[in-house]
């Protein structure tokens, strides 16, 4: 492909032009060349790539946060697609083992999805009994069994993202957030904050402003852990396409605006760099929890 786009860029002539012409040939530099050939290449197969960040904050002493991510790629003859895991859990402040309840539901989630996956992975030809949406739930509810046994007593927030070509399901209880985030700017939450303040904005009570300073506002109705009866909120939605998917704990956007987040993600190409620039932003707004975040792209 690369030799059929260079024959495209060289101009032959059948005859040189006259002397009285004003047109000025200059043989394209070699990055110019680069960057046309990047802009018509596609990667095969599509590849999700990442980053992430954490800190334990200014104020706290110790990581009640987890975080989990996972990249794979699949190419063949009959299939192509990229295959990606992400989970950011929230340990509940103030409750004992925080740390422990948010690492055993991240890992017990991951562990859940992709046992039920793998035999699809490996023949995709035998097909799935279960939908994308049916796995995420059956995951998030082993979830829940593992942080009751494993922190009786606490609780954590959990926040997933299973991605397969251009479609993800994300599974979503308590108040960590997944956004969706535009490459030319803009962006929007696709979760919903499980937190009691979230709900009186929600009912008209409270406007957003005041909710931003609310005392309770820390405070969630819904958390893996708390509760026998647990309602995930499960769905399916496209990938943001020449953009970036963010998973964070509250540690991120409660001190930042969506509009900062937009931009600071949206500042640099290396993900690594991205997702260092939010922790550190965080903490200089005053870093009052622990900050975890995931950015992914889709390089298609």
């Known amino acids: ?46 590849q999700l790539i990442y980053g992430c960040g954490q800190s334990i904050g200014k104020q706290r002493d110790h990581n009640e946060d987890s975080v989990f991510a996972l990249s794979i790629a699949i190419g063949g003859e009959k299939s192509s697609y990229p295959l990606g895991l992400y989970i950011v859990a929230d340990g509940m402040g103030g409750h004992q083992y925080g740390e422990v309840a948010s690492s055993a539901a991240a890992r017990t989630l991951a562990g859940s999805l992709l046992k039920n996956f793998l035999p699809y992975l490996v023949n995709p030809s035998s ?92 405070v969630l109705y819904r958390a893996l852990g708390q509760g026998e009866v647990l309602e995930p909120d499960i769905f399916t939605a496209p990938f943001p396409l020449s953009g970036s998917l963010l998973l964070c704990s509250d540690g991120l956007w409660s001190v930042l605006s969506d509009s900062t987040i937009f931009t600071l993600v949206n500042a640099k190409k290396d993900l690594q760099s991205t997702c260092q620039s939010l922790v550190d932003s965080a903490n200089e707004a005053g870093g009052p929890d622990n900050i975890s975040v995931i950015v992914v792209q889709l390089k298609t």
């Open 1 to 46: 492909m690369k030799k059929d786009i260079l024959s495209w860029l060289h101009i032959k002539t059948t005859k040189p032009a006259s002397a009285e012409s004003d047109i000025n040939t200059v043989p394209l530099p070699e990055s110019q060349i680069e960057g046309l050939l990047a802009n018509v290449q596609k990667l095969e197969p599509q």
């Open 127 to 218: 097909g799935m009994d279960e939908s994308l949406q049916e796995l995420m739930r059956s995951a998030i509810n082993d979830a829940q069994r593992a942080v009751t046994q494993a922190a009786p007593g606490s609780g954590t927030t959990l926040t997933a993202a299973l991605i397969l070509g251009q479609q993800m399901t994300i599974g979503h209880v308590g108040d960590s957030r997944a956004y969706a985030i535009h490459q030319y700017g803009g962006g929007e939450v696709l979760t919903r904050d499980h937190s009691l303040v979230k709900r009186l904005e929600e009912l008209g009570q409270i406007s957003p402003e005041e909710a931003a300073v609310h005392p309770q506002r820390n």
